[in-house]
């Protein structure tokens, strides 16, 4: 996997998409901005896009240090994954977005786009697509976050409430779908390297 491949790209960029989630994030942005807090679009995005290309290149080397390998890893982010798409899916709130609004730094950057499932979800694509791909998924996303932050008030024109709801369960079903997918394959590479160490 070291060649750029459209459809993994693709692949890649709709998982992240899901996990980010920032068209359902527009309630959380509207809530901050009605708060009083200014929210920089493209400050909020760079910094997202640094802090993800970070932990891309220094996480497996993190889970080295507690002798953790890629496939387990992407096993117990496929679970995360899971429980995010039934979060999706179901409307229930298992991850919340509790800190005080007024910058694009916190929460915006970190924890409502940076944050522990788009963490988990890096690093368990390094276990299926090669770098240029994750990475190019992962700025297109960002180019997303910036101009749905950057337009915020005018998508939610567009879009309504009812938009918004029905691409959350859309993408909840197709996050439901990569996350047993990339179960599925990590578990077969451990299952394969236990049996060939018998």
Do not use: C, W
Request: proline share 2%; net charge neutral; no cysteine.
């Amino acid at each position: 996997m070291t060649e750029f491949n459209f459809m993994e790209m693709l692949s890649a960029f709709i998982v992240l998409f899901a996990v980010i989630d920032i068209l359902g994030s527009i309630p959380i942005v509207l809530d901050i901005r009605n708060k009083g807090g200014q929210i920089n679009g493209f400050q909020a995005a760079s910094i997202s896009f640094v802090i993800l290309i970070v932990f891309l290149f220094v996480g497996e080397a993190l889970l080295g240090l507690f002798g953790v390998d890629l496939s387990s890893f992407a096993i117990a982010g496929s679970f995360i994954l899971m429980i995010m798409a039934i979060e999706m899916i179901l409307g229930v709130q298992l991850f919340k977005h509790d800190s005080p609004a007024g910058a694009s730094i916190v929460p915006i950057a970190f924890p409502l786009v940076a944050g522990a499932g788009s963490f988990t979800t890096l690093l368990a694509l390094r276990a299926e697509f090669a770098l240029s791909t994750i990475i190019t998924a992962l700025f297109l996303n960002i180019v997303i976050v910036f101009f749905v932050l950057h337009y915020t008030n005018r998508i939610e024109k567009i879009i309504g409430g009812g938009g918004v709801y029905v691409m959350k369960k859309f993408f909840g079903i197709i996050l439901m779908a990569m996350a047993i997918r990339l179960f599925m394959s990590n578990f077969a590479t451990l299952l394969s390297d236990f049996l060939s160490k018998l």
